[in-house]
């Protein structure tokens, strides 16, 4: 066999060998069956150097390939890396009540899995186990049969949305306003499941687990591992165990066949890929639960500081926060008529309070209409008329307050290592003519 002889059909996934037929090439189960020679055909050209690469690696190109097409159906998503991928959605794009597929964010910490490539479920099964009196097994027809099925919207955010603003800068992909959406999740409810298996009372936190490819190609390497307190496990109106995405099944860059949606937590426990829950009588020490991953200072700290390990804790309520979503930043008005802003507000409490708005510059606010929540933990509506005095360069401010009175702040919050957490509020220009 050649390399120049074979190719990937990046519609099926398989690997076709001009000479010797086709050969099913899912990616793990291909790197565990191929010899390091055959690698070239995944790039469809020899590999000069291709002895000296480690024994599991997948060639950048080919790997890329597979994820890239899933990105095709995105729709003015901004790349901010392709290994793994990760694209943020701009302001105006994130208007809907419900996010579409189309402009819903992407946050991958590894390879999307063979699995959901190939949208393929069969086989597949949850497990819960650790701290339980009686460990399942549940097929995705076992949750479907036992458990009361809900669809709600709920809000999932990244926990380093906004760190492209720290000073000094935090390493990570520089998210700006855009990792966040509100779809619309069905599933079950996590509590039910939980309870089904009956959680002892030494649980103390759970630890979620899914079947994602490390970056080296490793089937062996956790990709990401995180948890919540049990008693956040335990909520009733909080998470589900989640297999459809407005009404279609969980995509594939989303989490295929099913994910975990903790809501009002960073994005990183909502587990992709959900293959086993295990309840711990300890606080979880999976991939990114650790060391500077996903934790705050324990105490404020001045920019810059080297805060030791010791001193990290869990990240875990998301704060209030606010987005303006119409008009796109940059959009002409006419001075001295009424024109319309529009966004949502958020909050890892639950519902938000109040919404209010301003055009000088934060000197005098005006409270927004702000809509109930269809369900907790979704995002809210909140609406505005501004006039603009005269012709000119303005901005719109948008502070959101959560029922506790905390309100975001002006200027980029807390300072921490890794830049999580910012909930500064958010700002679009409007040009009056």
Not at 105 to 123: C, I, K, T, W
Not at 226 to 239: M, N, Q, T, Y
Not at 246 to 261: D, M, S
Not at 307 to 326: A, G, I, N, Q, R
Request: hydrophobic share 40%; glycine share 10%; proline share 7%.
């Amino acid at each position: 066999m050649t390399g120049d002889t074979a190719r990937i059909d990046t519609d099926t996934d398989e690997l076709h060998l001009s000479d010797e037929g086709t050969l099913n090439a899912g990616r793990r189960r291909f790197l565990r069956n191929t010899s390091l020679s055959t690698l070239g055909a995944m790039v469809g050209m020899t590999i000069p150097f291709e002895a000296r690469m480690p024994a599991g690696l997948i060639p950048v190109a080919a790997a890329q390939g597979m994820e890239e097409d899933l990105m095709a159906a995105k729709e003015g998503l901004v790349l901010l890396g392709d290994r793994p991928i990760n694209a943020e959605t701009p302001a105006h794009l994130l208007d809907d009540d419900v996010t579409p597929y189309e402009h819903m964010f992407v946050r991958n910490n590894g390879l999307v899995p063979d699995s959901a490539l190939d949208m393929d479920a069969e086989g597949w099964t949850l497990t819960i186990d650790g701290e339980v009196d009686d460990p399942l097994e549940l097929s995705i027809a076992d949750l479907q049969e036992r458990f009361e099925t809900v669809t709600v919207r709920l809000v999932v955010e990244c926990g380093g949305n906004g760190r492209a603003y720290f000073q000094p800068g935090a390493s990570g992909n520089q998210w700006t306003t855009g990792a966040v959406g509100c779809p619309e999740w069905t599933g079950v409810r996590l509590a039910d499941v939980l309870s089904a298996a009956g959680v002892k009372d030494s649980a103390v936190y759970t630890g979620h687990y899914g079947n994602d490819v490390h970056l080296s190609g490793d089937p062996e390497k956790e990709v990401i591992s995180r948890g919540v307190p049990i008693d956040k496990a335990l909520e009733d109106d909080g998470a589900i165990i989640a297999w459809a995405m407005n009404g279609e099944p969980v995509p594939a860059l989303h989490g295929f066949p099913l994910r975990l949606i903790v809501p009002g937590y960073p994005g990183s426990a909502s587990q992709k890929y959900l293959t086993r829950i295990w309840v711990r009588d300890q606080q979880h020490d999976g991939s990114k639960m650790t060391g500077y991953s996903y934790r705050l200072p324990a105490y404020p700290v001045a920019p810059g500081t080297e805060v030791p390990e010791e001193d990290m804790v869990v990240m875990e309520t998301m704060p209030v926060k606010s987005l303006v979503t119409f008009p796109q930043s940059g959009t002409s008005v006419a001075a001295g008529t009424a024109s319309e802003v529009r966004g949502h507000a958020w909050s890892g409490k639950g519902d938000v309070a109040a919404v209010d708005v301003s055009t000088d510059f934060g000197a005098t606010w005006q409270p927004a209409t702000l809509e109930p929540a269809p369900n907790k933990y979704a995002w809210q509506r909140w609406r505005a008329d501004v006039t603009l005095p005269e012709a000119g360069y303005y901005e719109v401010w948008a502070r959101a307050t959560d029922m506790d009175g905390t309100m975001q702040p002006p200027v980029v919050p807390g300072w921490n290592p890794r830049g999580y957490g910012n909930n500064m509020q958010h700002r679009i220009a409007l040009i009056a003519s």
